[in-house]
């Protein structure tokens, strides 16, 4: 069985990274964008890397370039931007397709495994992915899920392993 484990993802300082490093840990993906209004979700996914990490959270940024082109940066200026408006310092990755041909395959296995309300595309920036200990997702957000109403389902997962069973919360993704 595939999990989270099993995939490569490159940062934005250009190292490859083996998200198998992450093995143990609950894990929060999120395709991002620096353009968008869910923007300001990076200090709340921020905050909970800070409320979490000691428990073992893992908070994975994924900028994406394809919801209206609002993502147009570089990486450089991504991390820039990152850094400089929220504080962020979870690890963030390169600009990566998260649907479509060029999606990539972290972010295909993501969606074939929790689809949205309305099919397994990413429907917008900031849809967020609840990755347990063991690799396997458990539940996907909405973009318009805050950070802050994740808290609860990060809990449970880092506790217990899971959280309340369920693919969306709050809208579409």
């Known amino acids: 069985m595939t999990t989270l484990h099993d995939f490569t993802a490159t940062t934005l300082d250009g190292r490859e990274q083996p998200l198998s490093e992450y093995a143990g840990k609950v894990v929060l993906v999120v395709n991002t964008a620096s353009e968008c209004g869910f923007t300001p979700q990076y200090e709340g996914l921020e905050q909970l890397w800070r409320d979490f ?12 370039n394809q919801f209206g082109h609002q993502e147009p940066g570089s990486e450089e200026e991504i991390a820039d931007f990152c850094s400089r408006n929220y504080g962020v310092t979870f690890p963030m990755f390169e600009k990566v397709d998260v649907n479509g041909p060029g999606a990539h395959p972290l972010w295909s296995w993501l969606r074939g495994e929790r689809g949205g ?38 809990e449970s997962a880092l506790a ?4 309340p069973a369920g693919t969306e919360s709050a809208g579409t993704s």
């Open 117 to 154: 309300i309305m099919g397994d595309a990413i429907k917008w920036n900031f849809t967020k992915f609840l990755v347990g200990r063991d690799g396997r997702v458990i539940r996907r957000f909405a973009p318009k899920t805050s950070p802050a109403q994740l808290a609860g389902s990060i």
């Open 160 to 163: 217990h392993g899971e959280a």
């Open 53 to 64: 990490r000691q428990d073992g959270l893992v908070v994975l940024g994924f900028p994406c």
